[in-house]
């Protein structure tokens, strides 16, 4: 198998079986504060809405629910598997990786130890048209982020 037919079975996978999906109630964990945003791509309809509890310097919930094609709901699947567990900083980090990686146009690699499988969304960086499907959670994300830290 190639890499490219790995990140392709991954994001299959991710889309399939969507982890965090399902948009958990208002109250947080214990000492958790939250954050939440709504984002719409009114280009292809694809919409997510994303909720992440931080406590302690450390994302402790990430949870969303949303429509649309399997790019945008397997990348939200994919950051809710890994966000959860890493301090606010890190995942500031992962996020403008991705964000670096997806405007690049194909010219800046992922790097699968940063990104996990996140990485497998490299090649979207090569179809414009695609990249926003991407990255709509993980705006939301970082919008959910700054609000709850």
Known sequence: MSLDQLYQQIILDHSKVRHGSGLAGTDAPEGATTGQSHQLNPVCGDEVTLRVAVADGKVTQVSWDGAGCSISMASA????????????????????????VLRSRGKIAADPELLGDAAAFEGV?????RVKCA?????????????AA
């Not at 950051?79 to 991705?98: N, R, Y």
């Not at 990255?135 to 609000?147: F, K, R, T, Y």
């Open 77 to 100: 699947s994919v950051l809710s598997e890994m966000a959860e567990g890493m301090t606010v900083p890190e995942l500031h980090q992962v996020i403008d990786s991705f964000r670096d």
């Open 125 to 129: 960086a090569r179809y414009a048209a």
């Open 135 to 147: 990255m709509i959670s993980w705006v939301a994300a970082e919008d959910a982020l700054n609000q």
